[in-house]
């Protein structure tokens, strides 16, 4: 089945520098992957939309200038916390879909990154 | 807007028993995905039911989906230790060849007692 890798699981950061988050799809294509946010004890919401070549599309109330999205390959899209603060602590998690055959509907979602900002 | 609220936000049952959790949404939809996520851990896919169907089964699992009501239910049979986590139904709009991003419930809490 479809697979998608998140790395890394967890990081912990000072207040004011920037982490990466990785995506990959591994045995499929994924044109278009998916970050969202969770708060503790709280749902999932779509932060952004990761187009492969093309600019991410954000969801409203989301700053692009803090949550950059790169989508450079067919497998791989990353998401960087720039200038983080502790309010940006929170699990991020990224899914993506393989439309390859039609053979598989529901999202695939990598395992998720708990960001701590100290 | 908050699409997809669950109820009960928690449930607790004993082993063996069955297990109803329900979401309605706001939107037209062209399908609703249900998850599990276990404990600070990425989401896992359970069951994907079509706007156009009303029931689903999978395994354990049964799906319905009431499109007037905009509601469906997820039960869980002969419930066991191990399917204790939290359940989110999911909804998507796309249609065709494209994939929009899935908008969650708040989602239930699941706990299965031994």
């Known amino acids: 089945g479809a697979v998608v890798s998140q790395h890394p699981s967890w990081v912990i950061c000072k207040s004011g520098t920037s982490v990466k988050i990785e995506c990959r799809s591994l045995?499929?294509?994924?044109?278009?992957m998916f970050w969202y946010r969770q708060f503790p004890k709280q749902s999932l919401m779509l932060m952004a939309t990761?187009?492969?070549?093309?600019?991410?599309?954000?969801e409203q109330g989301v700053e692009k200038d803090k949550f950059l999205i790169n989508h450079a390959s067919l497998t791989l899209s990353t998401l960087t916390v720039t200038s983080a603060h502790p309010e940006d602590s929170s699990f991020y998690i990224c899914s993506a879909r393989d439309l390859t055959g039609g053979r598989h509907y529901g999202y695939t979602f990598g395992s998720g990154t708990r960001l701590t900002v100290v | 807007s908050q699409q997809g609220e669950e109820d009960p936000q928690a449930l607790s049952i004993q082993e063996g028993e069955n297990a109803t959790m329900n979401c309605s949404y706001k939107?037209?939809?062209?399908?609703l995905q249900w998850y599990r996520q276990n404990s600070g851990r990425g989401l896992v896919h359970l069951i994907l039911?079509?706007?156009?169907?009303r029931e689903k089964h999978s395994g354990r699992l049964r799906v319905t989906l009431d499109t007037s009501k905009k509601s469906s239910s997820l039960l869980i049979t002969a419930s066991r230790a191990a399917d204790t986590a939290s359940y989110f139904c999911a909804t998507g709009t796309y249609s065709g060849g494209g994939a929009d991003g899935l908008t969650f419930g708040k989602g239930t809490h699941l706990i299965i007692q031994p």
């Open positions: 990761s187009n492969e070549g093309s600019k991410a599309t954000y």
């Open positions: 045995d499929f294509q994924a044109t278009t």
């Open positions: 039911i079509r706007s156009n169907e």
């Open positions: 939107t037209s939809i062209n399908n």
